[in-house]
């Protein structure tokens, strides 16, 4: 099973990008999935998820309002629209996949989790 993100890059404060995930090897329609960022000298932290139907999501309360989490199950796909992007959230962004069950899911990490490699974003003030 693996994850792979695309479309991390830089713009400046106020700007918007759109994060994207390939989910591959797995049952993806059994799979929650999340996104989590880890910043330079920070530790890693949940920053939204979406349950394997997509009828459960969750946000970091920091991005609230601004990100808007999404997928595709027919795409095995995964989403992450960030608009509104501010210096803070300059950092490393990870695709996670997990298996699913509950109507709620999880902003925390898990040994189970399957991780991508990550996408760059990075914002300028």
């Known amino acids: 099973a693996q994850v792979e993100e695309s479309g991390g890059g830089s713009v400046q404060a106020g700007g918007s990008l759109t994060l994207s995930c390939i989910a591959s090897?797995?049952?993806?329609?059994?799979?929650?999935m999340a996104w989590f960022r880890q910043a330079p000298g920070k530790e890693r932290e949940g920053v939204s998820c979406?349950?394997?139907?997509?009828?459960?999501?969750d946000y970091l309360d920091a991005v609230k309002g601004r990100f808007t989490i999404s997928r595709d199950n027919a795409k095995n796909s995964l989403y992450l629209q960030m608009t509104n992007l501010q210096p803070e959230d300059t950092a490393m962004y990870y695709c996670?996949?997990?298996?699913?069950?509950?109507?709620?899911?999880?902003?925390?990490?898990?040994?189970?989790?399957?991780r991508g490699q990550g996408t760059q974003v990075s914002v300028s003030s």
């Open positions: 090897g797995l049952s993806y329609e059994r799979y929650d």
């Open positions: 979406i349950t394997m139907g997509g009828h459960g999501v």
């Open positions: 996670v996949a997990r298996l699913g069950g509950r109507t709620w899911c999880s902003l925390r990490s898990y040994g189970g989790d399957v």
